[in-house]
């Protein structure tokens, strides 16, 4: 994978993704779809522009196929919340609005493609910043207004979880998907394309945001994640025993708010004391304490549920110490193991692509009724909004 990265005046990182992948063919390709009841994959080609701004990234893709990447646009406001130590969801969303016409403008250029050619527009519509959400739900539903093209709201967990699509052409469900981002920490059972059964989740803080707070209380920063994983590399995971916390009554659960006060606790007795922090002995030792009882909890649920494949997904899948640890409990259990590269695990639009491409095959079309919903459940197809053929 090609990665451009420019960072613009405002502090924005640009950056263009381009997969190299196989030739496509050309001859049936660029047919729209007539029928709403839906259309089979393997007729067709399906081309998808994508939309993602449910946080702190502007991003926008062309998708063909679900698993082919024309184009993967992502503008990255990391820098900018950096100097509040989080994301200012007001900012967020003024940046989108700033950045998302030149984020269109550059996927349709890079991939080699005009609105003409698109099938369908996609757009994460939920879970995420309200502000932030609406920014790309307007602009999707806008274009598919103008062009008279469908419009598939995407639900942002299934959207990091198809990722793995994209680089795994061989992966199809049942699989099992640790998914471990900012906002969530789930474990999910994909049956088939779209459809999702929740075996654990957290009770409390999410992975990501568990990374984010010992990050700050350490003095790494924000984002914390990336920070603690390259401090944890100079550090020894076996420095301090923290706490890995199991539920008794729902075993595939997660809790790190425990964890988060053993570290905060730790930090705060050092303080008083005296004592120098060692920030890459407690990055490596809480990573090692969140990456286990991840890694175990996925194992385990593949086990325990005959299922042979495991995939991860979202920010925290980027991590280098939970690849390398999935990677031996997966060989040592005789599972096969799909990661997709770190770029396509933070949030990114090339998965909202692969993920709308299923929902599109099978006829799922919104109205221009669609809303942002900041707390979409994960599987819910109650609330969504249908009526656009
Ligand atoms: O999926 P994502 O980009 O956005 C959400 O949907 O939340 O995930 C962002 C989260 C942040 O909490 C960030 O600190 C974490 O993913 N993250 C990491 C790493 N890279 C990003 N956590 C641990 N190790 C990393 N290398
Ligand atoms: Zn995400």
Redesign the pocket.
Known sequence: MEINKNVEDDGVIFMSIKEITEDTPGENTKKTCEKSEGVSGDEKSVTILAIES??DETAVAVVRNGREVLSNIISSQIALHTVYGGVVPEIASRKHVEKINGCIRAALSEAGVTLDDIDAVAVTYGPGLVGALLVGVSEAKAISFATGKPLIGVH?IEG?ISANFIENKDLEPPFVCLVV???HSHLVVVKDYGEYEIIGQTRDDAA??A??KVARAIGLGY????K??KAAREGNPDAFTFPQAKIPDAEYDFSFSGLKSSVLNYINQAKMQGNELNQADIAASFQKAVVEVLAGHAVKACKEFGYDKLAIA???A???ALRDLMEKECAANGIKFYRPSPVLC??NAAMIGAAAYYEYIKGIRFGLDMNAVPNLPLGDRERRFHGRG
């Open positions: 449910s946080c942002h990091h981002s900012g906002g990501g945001e990374f984010d984002p914390g994640g990336p603690i994983d979202g920010g925290v980027s991590n280098s933070t949030d």
